[in-house]
């Protein structure tokens, strides 16, 4: 899953990158000659981010979507069968894959592969816009006296790389840039494929009640939830059903939550509540998460720096978000996810 936001991220550090190359070229050139040099290599960037960006990002959702969801609804129907042989001896569990299960796998793989093509045309069109909006600003900051071309070039600039490329919408109607709503949309598709193949599997071995997990890091949309029974089918009149917890939020964009199979007598619902008094992990998760994401927008902001003395001055602000993320570490023990602060080099 980290590889396809990484390869996302790439693209857009990449076209960033493609960009601000453009801009720098031809210094020496009058205003007018490099405004219309400049417009007129707006097809050559174009060419480029349809032949190799895009291409690209089909080639990696075509080798790795299927085989993420089929993983992931493995691991959630390998789950169940964990349970279930708590109570059935072996030779009764029902585990091998059905048609059903094959065509859930290739729903998710579709819907997902759908999401993250819908991306392409925004990368594009958005590519296209900045990239006039900076050549526009640069010609204006020299005419009216604000300043260089570069200068007002970089304004532009540094608009996309503190965005990056925006405009994405999930079903609940939040926005998200790239790379976040590819992770979004890929741990959504995963996630819900582990709780398919997790109920999937108990529902084909006849069994209907299942427990949501506890974890330390539970945010308020899922704490009620916690160590609540569900019917999977939704036909027992003492419990909710799953579809019931889904509809209230439970599983929702980046949710670590699971189900386990509930067993009346031997499944005790309080050793799955976590002893989280005092705890803040949630909001540490948070912090940390935030940390990672102005980090990477720095390490944007660098690779779209047009002159020297810029690049000069965003490298101080990524030193300085590297080491508010050290000092936070350190302070609350958390695991450092460097991956997560990378942006890459631009292929």
Known sequence: MEDIRRVYAEAELDIITR???????????TLKSWERAKLNELRQLTNGINQQVIPNLIEENEDKLDDLIRLAYQQGSDSAVKDLKKIKDNKAIKSEFLKSDTESIRLLTSELNQSLSQTHLRILRQSQDYYQQAVAKGSN?????????????????NQLANKGITGFVDKGGRNWNLSSYVEMATRTATGRARIDGNINRFATNGEDLVIVSG????????????????????????YASVQDAKNAGLFHPNCTHNLTLY???????????????????YEERQ?????????????RRKAASLTDSE?????????????????FIGKTGRIRKYDREEVDEAR
């Open 19 to 29: 960009i601000t190359n453009r801009l720098k070229q031809g210094k020496t050139l």
């Open 263 to 281: 067993v009346e007598g031997l499944t005790d619902p309080e050793k799955l509540i976590k002893q989280k008094k005092g705890s803040n992990l």
């Open 311 to 327: 690049t000069k001055k965003v490298q101080s602000y990524v030193s300085k978000w590297e080491k508010k993320q050290s000092d």
């Open 287 to 299: 912090q940390q998460r935030y940390n990672e994401r102005m980090i990477r927008k720095w390490k």
């Open 141 to 157: 900051y020299v005419l009216t006296g604000a300043g260089t071309r570069l200068e007002g070039a970089q304004k532009t600039l």
């Open 215 to 238: 974890h330390y890091e539970s945010c308020p949309i899922c704490d009620p939830w916690e160590a609540r029974i569900l019917s999977i089918s939704g036909k027992n009149p003492d």
